[in-house]
């Protein structure tokens, strides 16, 4: 019996080291939970995305660093709802479920304990999807690397790089969702229509203008049944204002893809152009709550994005007026990396990426509550260089933007 208890120790002993060793034992967690009968909301552009189709999938399934990272980052702040932007579609949803078992349901090196998310959303997206049409306007159709990008419906290497991924703790609605990837930028009255500057003549023939779709990716309405009541999860990722020509035709596709936001909120009924995928038109019924969540790639005040798209929508009067989310580590990288920050004019404390010295830092990540919540809490996940959790947030260029919201 003495020997049996002796072998029983070792083995319980092995265990433990076994655990210290592969860093499996969870950090503890540098967020405060949220308030009695708050919900944590969150966006993170994550950059869990592959240049080849089915590439996320293989690093999924494999040792990746930035996985381990960006699985720590929302282990540490851990969400109730979070938009995962730059997540690969994958249709069978195997990338989603190799990353939730894998990696979110496993104590991660400096991330917090395993977290579960019952609940999940992914849909199509127009990046990579060919459109057969020259968008671009360099005289060909498709063809390799960038040029084909340019040519998909959104710039893409293979269909569905760059996609969306919604968690949630709480039931999706995915029956009356609604999604607007095939909505036509024509659609939109006044819409940006891109022009070369030399000529004056509109970028687009008047054939592929009115063919072109508004969503870079795609645009949805996702309905959370929460305890707080019904949540609408308005969620996007419009493309760069960048990566085009003088005719700045990405940057005028991502103040309308923004735009379109302020005119869902002009109530249903109002928008007879803005039409779902489903064929249903109208926007957002004028007593639904929401939030706006999503890489939007504009910056209030700095960046080659038209800042006055965002700005009407952070004043839009259905927008919760409320703090800015912050962090110390934005400021302190701010000023450690200078280049373009130094003409920066807006807070470098709001900043939610690191984009290299030419473009500097920027807030371009948002989430947006509606009226009709109080916010209990807010932040950007970016800890100073001190910290313990500095480590984990150059998973992706981006850093995750949290806010606690309560109901008015």
């Not at 005289?139 to 569905?160: E, I, K, Q, S």
């Not at 260089?385 to 480590?391: D, F, G, M, R």
């Amino acid at each position: 019996m003495a020997w049996l208890l002796l072998a029983l120790a070792a083995l319980l002993l092995a265990a433990c080291v076994r655990v210290a060793v592969q860093g499996d034992a969870p950090a503890a967690t540098s967020i405060a939970a949220p308030a009695n009968g708050a919900l944590r909301i969150a966006t993170y552009n994550a950059s869990l995305n592959s240049d080849e189709a089915g590439g996320l999938v293989r690093r999924l399934q494999g040792e990746d660093d930035d996985a381990r990272k960006v699985a720590a980052v929302l282990q540490q702040v851990r969400p109730d709802i979070v938009l995962i932007n730059e997540f690969d579609y994958v249709a069978d949803g195997s990338a989603a479920d190799l990353f939730q078992r894998r990696w979110l349901e496993r104590p991660q090196a400096g991330g917090g304990a395993a977290l579960h998310y019952p609940y999940r959303y992914l849909a199509p997206v127009n990046t990579g999807v060919q459109s057969g049409l020259d968008l671009d306007n360099n005289g060909t159709v498709g063809g390799d690397g960038r040029d084909r990008g340019n040519d998909a419906w959104g710039y893409g290497l293979h269909p569905g790089q760059y996609g969306m991924l919604l968690l949630s703790r709480y039931p999706i609605d995915a029956a009356a969702a609604r999604t607007f990837q095939l909505l036509k930028w024509s659609a939109m009255p006044d819409a940006t229509r891109p022009r070369d500057p030399a000529t004056g003549a509109f970028f687009h023939s008047d054939a592929v203008w009115s063919q072109l779709r508004l969503s870079s990716k795609s645009h949805w309405d996702v309905p959370v049944r929460t305890p707080q009541g019904v949540l609408h999860v308005l969620a996007s990722h419009p493309t760069p204002p960048a990566f085009d020509g003088p005719e700045r035709r990405n940057v005028a596709r991502n103040r309308d893809e923004i735009h379109l936001w302020n005119a869902y909120l002009a109530s249903a009924g109002h928008e007879d152009w803005l039409c779902d995928d489903a064929g249903t038109c109208g926007g957002l019924a004028a007593d639904a709550r929401f939030v706006i969540l999503g890489d939007l790639n504009n910056d209030p005040v700095d960046g080659s994005g038209d800042h006055s798209v965002i700005t009407e929508l952070l004043e839009h009067p259905r927008v919760l007026r409320m703090a800015t989310p912050r962090s110390e580590g934005a400021a302190e990288a701010a000023e450690a990396e200078g280049g373009a920050n130094a003409l920066h004019r807006g807070s470098a404390a709001h900043d939610t990426g690191s984009f290299g010295p030419r473009v500097g830092n920027l807030r371009i990540d948002y989430v947006l509550p509606s009226v009709g919540h109080r916010p209990a809490g807010s932040g950007v996940f970016w800890p100073p260089s001190a910290s313990p959790h500095a480590a984990i947030v150059d998973g992706s260029d981006h850093r995750l933007v949290w806010v606690d919201v309560l109901r008015d």
